[in-house]
């Protein structure tokens, strides 16, 4: 399956929160910081080897939580843990 772009956005307030490349047919669980393609900020961190390096995934209008940083496991890529029930998500 060819890759997407899906927005996310604030399920509280409709804040605009990333936009985020999409690869594969399953559900969106987290998103690795190599795929983010905005808010340009994000693109500083995708080398982190940390989770403490990354900042957290709050909605900058609402503050409510969107995502928990992580470092996945099998490959060492940053990424958020989304939050379920937090975000909404349009495909572009």
């Known amino acids: 399956m060819p890759s997407r772009f899906i927005s996310i956005y604030?399920?509280?307030c409709d804040e605009f929160i990333l936009r985020y490349?999409?690869?594969g047919?399953?559900?969106l669980i987290r998103v690795y910081l190599n795929r983010i393609s905005e808010p340009e900020h994000f693109k500083q961190f995708k080398h982190a080897r940390e989770k403490s390096e990354l900042p957290s995934l709050?909605?900058?209008q609402c503050s409510q939580r969107i995502g928990a940083s992580m470092i996945?496991?099998?490959e060492n890529r940053p990424a958020y843990r989304l939050v379920k029930g937090s975000f909404s998500k349009?495909?572009?």
Request: with cysteine; hydrophobic share 0%.
């Open 10 to 12: 604030c399920s509280q």
């Open 21 to 23: 490349r999409k690869e």
């Open 25 to 27: 047919s399953g559900s």
């Open 58 to 60: 709050n909605c900058p």
């Open 72 to 74: 996945h496991n099998t």
């Open 90 to 92: 349009k495909e572009n």
